[in-house]
Nanobody, 126 residues
C-alpha cells in the first residue's frame, strides 16, 4: 500500500512558477517499481494526466498542454516526485493530484492508477 502526500500548491500570477511535491510512503516492499503521475482537474472539466514517470527509469511523458513548461522529476532517496511548473497560464488552474501504480520496470505508465493523494490547489491569475 502507498500513501501519497502532495504539497506546494498556491496562487500565482500568469508567467510565474510553482513546484509541487509528492511524498510517497510505501508500506510494502521498497524493491517494487511504480509509475508516478501528476493529474489535474478543473471545475467542470475531465481529469487530465499532465505528466508521468516510471521509478525504474525511462522517458517522462507530458501532455501537449504542458510540454515545454512542466518538468516531472523524482528523488529516489526521499521517495518524492516533483512537478516543476513554469510559465503558468490561467488555464493551468486546477486541483492537482499525485498518483501511483505498481508496474514492472519495463511497463508503460498509461491507464488507471491505484493510489491517489488528497490533491493540492493551483490557481493562476491573469
Amino acid at each position: 500500500q502507498v500513501h501519497l502526500v502532495e504539497s506546494g500548491g498556491g496562487s500565482v500570477q500568469a508567467g510565474g512558477s510553482l513546484r509541487l511535491s509528492c511524498a510517497a510512503l510505501e508500506y510494502t516492499s521498497s524493491s517494487r517499481t511504480y509509475c508516478m503521475g501528476w493529474f489535474r482537474q478543473a471545475p467542470g472539466k475531465e481529469r487530465e494526466q499532465v505528466a508521468r514517470i516510471h521509478t525504474g527509469g525511462g522517458i517522462p511523458y507530458y501532455a501537449d498542454s504542458v510540454k515545454g513548461r512542466f518538468t516531472i522529476s523524482r528523488d529516489s532517496a526521499k521517495n518524492t516526485v516533483y512537478l516543476q511548473m513554469n510559465s503558468l497560464k490561467p488555464e493551468d488552474t486546477a486541483m492537482y493530484y499525485c498518483a501511483a501504480d505498481q508496474r514492472p520496470f519495463d511497463a508503460y505508465c498509461s491507464g488507471d492508477y491505484s493510489y491517489w493523494g488528497q490533491g493540492t490547489q493551483v490557481t493562476v491569475s491573469s
